[in-house]
């Protein structure tokens, strides 16, 4: 049976980036953020096949009345997902996430897959974190204060992080945790480790980069529409010398005790 895939921790943690490296293994689909296409209106949004919503082969199926999907819910839209490409993939990527209105998702989606499931965790420093928050808010020109992003992101990082450590504690053999900083530094490494976490008939592991074939990405930062090569993968670590001090400060506090446990100091 094709087995769900799912990447909690917060945003801004290179969870595109992971999802994108996945599909270097051409039994994976990468379907983004499956949480935020679940409105009508989605349909006009382009995938990162290159093609619009509507005429995608993954998500065009499911703007068809005359097709009972339901996509009322997260859960129904991942289940439905399942169905229609079990056929076709051993491996189905949702990088929805674990921050906030998300943080239960995969439980609720265990109960429904049992053994056909994993929560990878996806993790980053905090601080790097609200620094990328604080400068995509400034790219889309809204005039945020920084403080407020810092607080409102370390905050969040520690929720979305919780959330993992909670489903791993329960589900252990089912909860896999990969580190931003160790993935961009040794991309074939992680992904071999975390295809051997995975239990399956078909030949997991890292081949060649990934073509948009098995890419289908409604949701997810720049990087899903484009053309990515191992050797242009390196840590963004921009936030040590241009993050200003009480920020970086601000971010360490309202994060401090998953901070210690991670060991970012």
Partial sequence: MTKLVYIGGYGHSGSTLLEYLMTANPEVIACGEIVNARRDWQKTRKCSCGQSAESCPVWGPLFDKSIKADRRNHTGLVLTLLQQL???????VDSSKTAWTHAVAPFKLRR???QNFLLVHILRDPRAVCWSIIKRSKRVGQRRNAILLSVAGASGWTVANLACELFGWFYPAQYHRIRYENLVCSCPDVLESLFRKIP?????CFNHMATNQNRHQLFGNRLRSQKLSLENISEDAAWRTKMPS????????F???LCNRYGYF
């Fill in 112 to 114: 429904k897959l049992d």
């Fill in 86 to 92: 079990a056929d076709r993939y051993a491996i189905i």
């Fill in 246 to 253: 009480p920020h970086r400060r601000l971010a360490r506090v």
């Fill in 255 to 257: 994060s401090w005790g």
């Fill in 200 to 204: 399956s008939k078909k030949s997991l």
